[in-house]
């Protein structure tokens, strides 16, 4: 059995990494340990963790991992967002070029974040464009804040339907994922990591995965450590 850190950006990802992705992973003899909110700031030697996009104590928090554990059979990962991604990240200007390709985008983002890191035990994660878009994969989910809201969740619907995958939903300030959402259910922003996972939970990651390629690649990936 091969163990598994996960860093992730805030305590939606880490709720649902907890929930879903740790006991499917135990299923393939992958031990994930609870999930890690990444660093943002380091203060007087204390690290402050979640909410924060700054990439060098994000860097740094990765690295001090990686010294500790140094087994060949220890694996760490991240679940950030592209969303909103922070200027000083390694390679995003260079990644300007791609932004009409999406997914290329985010895997060469993710490339130029493994070599920054520099152990082959480390596989960076970056999500399109957020973690909302999964909810996206079926919006039918949001009928568990408020079944009788039809039309809301006709409007999430609709705007599912209008891309090959959720991840594709676009990262404008106005129309990212989580925006679209509370746009249609506000109570969504004031609770979303309750709600995130619970709503993910209904979905069910295969259904997840089917819609959002390069969501199951990562997850593929990790199911096959050794």
Request: glycine content about 10%.
């Given at each position: 059995m091969v163990r598994l850190y996960i860093f992730t950006e805030g305590q939606t990802e880490q709720t649902f990494a907890d929930i879903l992705v740790k006991p499917h992973l135990g299923q393939y003899e992958v031990f994930m340990h609870n999930p890690i909110l990444i660093a943002h700031a380091k203060?007087?030697?204390?690290?402050?963790?979640?909410?924060?996009r700054k990439y060098v104590p994000m860097k740094n928090d990765i690295l001090r991992f990686l010294k500790q554990e140094k087994a060949p059979d220890v694996f760490f990962t991240t679940m950030i967002d592209l969303y909103a991604i922070h200027p000083d990240f390694p390679g995003l200007a260079e990644s300007e070029s791609m932004r009409q390709n999406p997914i290329q985008r985010v895997e060469f983002l993710e490339q130029r974040f493994?070599?920054?890191?520099?152990?082959?035990?480390?596989?960076?994660?970056?999500?399109?464009?957020?973690?909302e878009a999964y909810l996206f994969a079926d919006p039918t989910c949001f009928e568990y804040l408020d079944a009788r809201r039809t039309k809301e969740i006709e409007a999430l619907k609709a705007i599912a339907d209008q891309y090959q995958t959720p991840e594709l939903i676009n990262d404008g300030q106005h129309t990212a994922p989580s925006k679209r959402?509370?746009?249609?259910?506000?109570?969504?922003?004031?609770?979303?990591?309750?709600?995130?996972?619970?709503?993910?939970?209904?979905?069910?990651?295969?259904?997840?995965?089917?819609?959002?390629?390069?969501?199951?690649?990562?997850?593929?990936?990790?199911?096959?450590?050794?």
């Open positions: 203060k007087k030697g204390q690290v402050h963790r979640g909410g924060g493994a070599e920054d890191i520099g152990d082959y035990r480390f596989i960076p994660y970056i999500q399109l464009h957020e973690y959402i509370i746009a249609q259910f506000p109570d969504y922003g004031d609770a979303k990591s309750a709600f995130g996972s619970q709503l993910a939970e209904r979905i069910g990651l295969q259904v997840i995965r089917s819609k959002c390629p390069h969501f199951n690649t990562w997850l593929s990936r990790l199911e096959s450590l050794k």
